[in-house]
């Protein structure tokens, strides 16, 4: 078993509403778990979103608090419901109404990785995946919560970036013909999980770093978009997907020779994000 449900790297000082997390970047892959799956180590990461947690590091250094978690999503989905239990891996689970994401096998405890590959053998007990809803999810998404009605009580108003990775095939053929594809998807579900205002920030700190960024499609937002984003009540979610390509070796699962200048990137965009959240507070007095 993983050691602890997330790390959480605060500022010094919170001088922002701004809140990053990234709930698929975990990489303690505990031998147990290996040990049952079909999958070799370097195919049970491709579901990962792999070293996404370093590229926002630095979120620290502008005031913002970084939430990571520790457990892979091929062991616990973090951006799914608790609810969403998947009748063909777990025992006693009984089939419920349509879930897409469920019946593709990618429900809070996954069944697959990417293209569809089986992770175990067989079927897994009620109790297993309630043990690991009460060890990972639950934690993550209490110390989630805590953060974001801490930011609301001291600024008034709280932003989530959700940070993801997407593989570079997801967005290859998105967009019209003779249009290079986006660099960056932003997830807002079309309006209800954020105001527009934010999500015009944001995306134009991608923009200034030179990135091609779209909205929604493919990628709207999952379980935390449609949870925590609340923007009548002050409390926005914005989900970030960042193309694979640009940083990483897929095939490898490893950092590409152009890890460290797109890290250099990110810092600059971080900086802007984290921005956003300190034009919203008050001048200080001179």
């Not at 527009?196 to 995306?203: D, F, P, S």
């Not at 890290?263 to 959240?277: K, P, T």
Request: glycine letters at 6%; hydrophobic letters at 40%; proline letters at 6%.
């Amino acid at each position: 078993m993983p050691r602890q449900p997330y790390t959480l790297k605060e500022p010094v000082v919170r001088s922002t509403n701004v809140i990053f997390a990234s709930p698929h970047s975990g990489r303690d892959y505990a031998w147990s778990f290996l040990r049952r799956s079909v999958l070799d180590e370097r195919a049970i990461r491709s579901s990962e979103d792999a070293f996404v947690d370093l590229l926002f590091e630095d979120a620290p250094d502008f005031g913002a608090p970084l939430l990571a978690a520790t457990a892979p999503r091929a062991y616990i989905d973090l951006n799914r419901s608790a609810e969403e239990l998947d009748p063909a891996l777990i025992d006693g689970v009984r089939k419920s109404t349509h879930n897409p994401r469920v019946t593709s096998g990618l429900g809070v405890i996954p069944r697959v990785v990417a293209n569809g590959r089986s992770i175990y053998r067989g079927k897994l007990s009620m109790e297993e995946a309630q043990g690991r809803l009460c060890d990972y999810w639950r934690p993550y998404h209490a110390r989630l919560q805590s953060l974001l009605d801490e930011t609301r009580a001291e600024f008034g108003k709280a932003v989530l970036v959700d940070c993801h990775s997407m593989p570079h095939e997801a967005i290859d053929s998105i967009g019209t013909s003779g249009v290079p594809h986006p660099q960056i998807v932003l997830g807002d579900r079309f309006g209800a999980a954020s105001s527009g205002e934010i999500v015009e920030r944001i995306e134009a700190a991608f923009a200034a770093a030179g990135l091609r960024v779209a909205r929604n499609t493919p990628f709207a937002g999952a379980y935390t978009a449609q949870h925590y984003g609340r923007p009548s009540k002050g409390q926005h979610v914005i989900q970030v997907e960042i193309d694979r390509s640009l940083y990483m070796n897929e095939r490898l699962v490893r950092p590409s020779g152009n890890f460290a200048a797109f890290q250099a990137l990110m810092r600059n965009v971080i900086s802007e994000i984290a921005d956003i959240g300190r034009r919203e507070l008050p001048m200080a007095a001179e």
